[in-house]
């Protein structure tokens, strides 16, 4: 699923963040730029949690600019996993499709499937505190599955995650935005992630959302504001 942002501008006390942005339909784009900047607002705009001032959201032909984030196409991960620990894995991940748990039979096979895909299925009756933090943030992404959404947004989703545990994290992202047709937008402060598993890189600074570049090029860039933030990392 497309999505656009046309003039957009947000605004909040003295922060502002110009917003003209076209990301196609299955795209893979890193978000990048110095803290604060204001990559988690982009996100935040796209899944309707944060208003624009100005300006329109478009996700495929849908004006969605005044749709809240449950009418939106779009599915969240945050750094924090959202799960709930009276619960186990699968019923965590049901929470998608039902918060009562009243599931049909297709609904429970997806969530099977989804744990499955995920790698969880021999752990589906564990609770998440008796999980590695990497497990636990399998069962937020199952429940991306679940809900079956086509645009997925990760805001520094594996942070806290060890080196060896993050690049196992990416490396799942990426297969099953491939395998699901995802289109998908990755916060970061770890460049390299983005140059492994990202096509493209969306560069947020000094109040402005740059359009989307190729990896490569970006990289590449001689930009003031790019070298500046890259410094001296290759």
Do not use: C
Request: no cysteine.
């Amino acid at each position: 699923m497309m999505i656009r942002i046309d003039n957009g501008l947000y605004r909040h006390g003295a922060f502002t963040l110009a917003i003209d942005l076209r990301v196609p339909r299955g795209a893979f784009a890193a978000v990048l730029g110095p803290s604060g900047a204001g990559k988690s607002t982009l996100l935040n705009v796209i899944a309707g949690f944060e208003p624009l001032a100005k300006g329109s959201v478009m996700l495929d032909s849908r004006d969605m600019t005044m749709a809240g984030p449950a009418e939106r196409p779009v599915t969240a991960v945050f750094q924090d996993h959202n799960s709930f620990a009276h619960l186990d894995a699968w019923s965590n991940v049901a929470l998608g499709l039902s918060p009562t748990l009243s599931l049909d039979s297709k609904q429970r096979n997806d969530v099977d499937r989804a744990l499955d895909l995920v790698g969880l299925s021999a752990l589906a009756k564990r609770r998440p505190g008796d999980m590695s933090g990497g497990e636990r943030q399998r069962i937020a992404i199952a429940r991306v599955l679940v809900r079956k959404r086509p645009i997925l947004l990760l805001d520094e989703a594996f942070a806290a995650l060890g080196p060896g545990l993050r690049r196992e994290m990416l490396r799942l992202i990426k297969a099953l935005h491939a395998s699901e047709g995802l289109t998908t937008l990755m916060v970061t402060h770890q460049p390299e992630d983005a140059r492994t598993i990202a096509g493209s890189v969306i560069f947020v600074d000094k109040g402005v959302v740059r359009a989307p570049e190729d990896t490569p090029k970006f990289f590449a860039s001689t930009d003031a504001g790019v070298r500046a933030y890259l410094g001296e990392w290759t």
